[in-house]
């Protein structure tokens, strides 16, 4: 099957650490990106990722990290530096167009909570 | 930039009955796409509908239809034959040069 997996479903992590979420993709999909979303916030957009090896910044950068060394792999590292990291985090992938927004499909999620 | 706005946060409809969901937005680009994406309880985010701006015709997906209205910038979601399955949050969302931007979204509760 087709699809966006993303491990853990459920992580805790004492203040002070660097936590990394994983986001694998089989749908041969260029573009990944990883979404906060917070009670009443909506989904806020904290990387994305064209093509292997590059990256952007999005709105909410600061205290998260991304590497993307394989196009089916996108993982997420929540540093000590992120001041409110208790959230839920969203994974999505899609294809890249010319011009536009391809529709983009989300994995299953990873609650993170600070202890 | 770009920004969605959901005014009503939570809505109710009666089992059978026909909702709509309101979104307006605001953008900058020639070149862009709106979408509707519900997130039921599970937290799964799934494709409702989606609009090329560019096509004057309104998409349509089974019970799930949409008011696009360019010049007012808004982006209606119309749910015909309401069922308990639709009971979810749904996000409005604009797309251009691979982003998406949400709104903050709607609670809609769908009565027996």
């Known amino acids: 099957d087709g699809g966006i997996t993303q491990s853990p479903k459920y992580l805790f992590r004492k203040e002070g650490q660097n936590v990394t979420l994983s986001c694998e993709q089989n749908l041969n999909h260029d573009a990944m990106y990883w979404y906060r979303q917070d009670p009443g916030q909506g989904l806020r957009l904290i990387y994305y990722s064209q093509i292997v090896n590059d990256f952007q910044k999005g709105d909410i950068a600061e205290g998260y990290s991304v590497s993307r060394e394989k196009k089916e792999s996108f993982p997420l590292t929540v540093t000590s530096a992120q001041k409110n990291p208790t959230a839920f985090y969203l994974c999505?992938?899609?294809?890249?167009?010319?011009?536009?927004?391809?529709?983009?499909?989300f994995g299953p999620g990873t609650r993170l909570t600070v202890l | 930039a770009q920004t969605v706005t959901q005014s009503q946060p939570e809505m109710s409809v009666q089992e059978a009955e026909t909702v709509t969901l309101s979104c307006t937005y605001d953008t900058s680009e020639s070149n862009y796409y709106l979408f509707w994406y519900k997130q039921p309880p599970s937290r799964q985010m799934i494709l409702v509908i989606r609009q090329e701006a560019y096509k004057q015709q309104n998409a349509t997906e089974n019970r799930f239809s949409v008011n696009f209205q360019k010049a007012a910038k808004s982006f209606s979601l119309k749910i015909s034959d309401s069922q308990l399955g639709d009971t979810a949050m749904y996000f409005c969302?604009?797309?251009?040069?691979?982003?998406?931007?949400f709104g903050k979204g709607i609670t809609l509760s769908v009565r027996p």
């Open positions: 999505a992938s899609s294809r890249v167009l010319g011009v536009g927004t391809d529709t983009q499909y």
């Open positions: 969302a604009t797309g251009a040069n691979s982003k998406l931007t």
